[in-house]
């Protein structure tokens, strides 16, 4: 009997080697039952138990694929541990590739030949993914306890090279759960008409959130003290023209890419001249107290259904520096899903949120959704529906 291999005599596996391994794996499975099928059912039809395993073969393969995309150095600059998280996404497709050469061997066995049982024919695969889990565990706990491990956003120079966009190092600081932004709030010469009848018909005020470390603000409104942090606000955006995005001031936040302050030290206000058409949708908070919702939904973080819509209004949703061209007198935005797979040189100035969200909805659709990794760690929602772990999203494509 083979004794188990020790964490102290695991060899070290990376990322690639451990996508591409887990691929061959997946191939040499499909190719074994193949092998099965031939031998012990040929010509007779194949049974359901057995074809149902192809499609969950094929969507583990799919989801390797997926991960092979991300462009490592690239995902280190903009999430925690990023090495790690892979890792941490690979683990759960293992179990699930042990539970299905299982279970496909079980078949056989009570089915078709009981000898199987000794003769073990899925056991080298068996072997070889149970030695992946160990190295994949113990790589994982090596970077978690890498002294050296840095913050992401502190590999992000300040300011990036003209040459190569970036995104805003507090942008990353705020996908990752550490907000520094100030808040100030908005004077009122800076309101627009509609901004004025929309306190005039709802009350509360707007905000600003501005970046401590670039020339980027966002204004938002808020209406309760309880939903005064931009994390907390109720305000959905969504435009006419792309219906199949929607996302709150947070998404804006995290895609901001660096813009440099003006000489002044002073950050005049430049509106969006083109005077586009904003829905702002108010949703119920998923923090406030049931008695303080507007809805009988209030309660159900997961019910983004029947929105109750504003007046269309002009809504802004960045500044810019003064003095300067009309391309860059719009707050830039970028794509992370598009930066991760190394293809942010056109992907990185979007002028505002509206052409962000024709790039979303062009490239990233219900049909092509970003990685689950990255919907996780964007809050990312399809069609309303998160992650387990995802109290509620900061965009939705639907």
Known sequence: ????????????????????????????????????????????????????????????????????????????????????????????????????????????????????????????????????????????????????????????????????????????AYTNHRDHGKLAQVMSEDLTSEDREKLRNDGGAYLSWDCPGCAFKLKYHVLSSMASNIQMTDDVRSHSSVPEVEYRPTWLVKCHVYQAKSRSGRDALVWDDRRESVTNIRRPSTIRRQSDARSSHASNPFFFGGPRRSKSEVVTDKYATPNVTDRETKARYGCPFCFVTGREYGHMDYRDGRELAEHIAARHHLGRPPNSLLLEKYMVGLSGRCADNVRRWDLNIR
Do not use: W
């Open 1 to 172: 009997m083979a004794m188990p291999v020790g964490d102290e005599d695991v060899l070290p596996i990376t990322i690639p080697e451990a996508l591409d391994s887990l691929a061959r794996v997946i191939v040499d499975i499909i190719r074994k039952n193949r092998t099965m099928v031939e031998y012990y059912i040929y010509p007779n039809e194949t049974p359901s138990e057995i074809e149902a395993y192809r499609p969950r073969l094929q969507v583990l393969y799919t989801r390797l694929e997926g991960l092979s995309a991300l462009d490592l150095p690239k995902l280190t600059l903009l999430v925690d541990d990023a090495a790690a998280l892979v890792s941490a996404f690979l683990l759960p497709t293992i179990d699930q590739l042990l539970n299905a050469v299982h279970g496909i061997q079980q078949i056989f066995i009570n089915h078709y030949d009981r000898d199987l049982e000794d003769r073990k024919p899925y056991n080298g695969v068996y072997t070889t993914l149970e030695y992946r889990e160990r190295q994949l565990k113990k790589f994982q706990a090596d970077q978690m306890r890498n002294p050296q491990r840095r913050l992401p956003e502190t590999l992000i120079p300040m300011p990036p090279k003209p040459t190569e966009p970036s995104f805003c190092r507090y942008a990353v």
